[in-house]
């Protein structure tokens, strides 16, 4: 077996979601970082391995790429814990990384660049106003629901926790006051609690 | 066992790609149509069942939901042939579903909305230009893809044909010109040839 390659930008939420998974279990990779603001993703080189241009691209074998941060997720997590045995839980988890990637990240993630990662004076600064709004509005069904439990899949920690976890705890770089969210909280202080949790380094 | 109900407007892509599921698994199902356009999925009584607001909608067994489109499809499909039986395959059907949601949908299916559902003149079709570019990206990719396979995951239609398949097969509705490109266009052939295929009601 070879050792598994991430293309990644360590910054990124996405990309940290792989990387918190593979520390937590114990895999050995090796991790290529890339700072997509260059465009280095966008060069023929990178569009060979994830022809859509994005990262985190797992190289799982020499040669061979998967993309897409959660369904990394999934691939990796199979046959741990980090997977629910059950069918339908299996399904919730789907749930709530598709939420994730759908409800969520277009608006948290997306604040987070505006805010952190492009000049103070940036015209995109003119999304803050809808971004504030769906992102909210993402925070709120995520706070209905850890009203009722632990973690966001049956009672146990989960890759719909990491894939959830990793825009939300840094929602505040996007101008999001997570103060309104005292379920959301707890649930964040739950999930760095966990064994071999390792920390998102700063946009 | 109850029979599942389906929440769903009949002419949107992401609740379609349900019923043609379950018509293509012969299961039993009751269709509860709505129109989103009334604001029914935003008022108190459907957001008891999915607090995001948003169709398709399953109720699996009576008050109990599952949502979001490809979750949905992944519950439905496990345990057979739309669904494969190796754990690569099955991340790789991911990989599209999650691609379908975060680089095809939002753009595809919302050029359609806005041309399609929307009255003629509608402030929001300023959002034309900008949808176009990245919708064309994302055909782009399925394009590069589908010429060395006949579906999307090894060589047996999946459900990651009919995630992309729903949005993918009316781009027309949204102003894209799919003439641009074979490989998807033989795709979608080979999809509507398949048993049990149903089609989607228009907008």
Redesign the interface.
Known sequence: MSIPRVYGMSSSGNCYKVRLLMEQLQLEYEWIELDVRTGVTRQPEFLSKN??G?VPTLE?EPGRY???????L??LA?GSGFWPQH??E???A??W???E???H??YIAVARFICAMLPAQHARRGELPRLHERGY?AL??ME??LAHGRFFVGDAYSIADIALYAYTHAAGDGGFDLQRFPAVRAWIARVESQPRFVQMPPA
């Open positions: 022809p859509n994005r799982y998967l993309v897409e941060s959660d369904a990394i999934v691939y199979e069918r339908l299996r399904a919730q789907l749930q990384m598709f939420f990637q759908y409800s990240e277009p509005q709120a069904v209905q629901h």
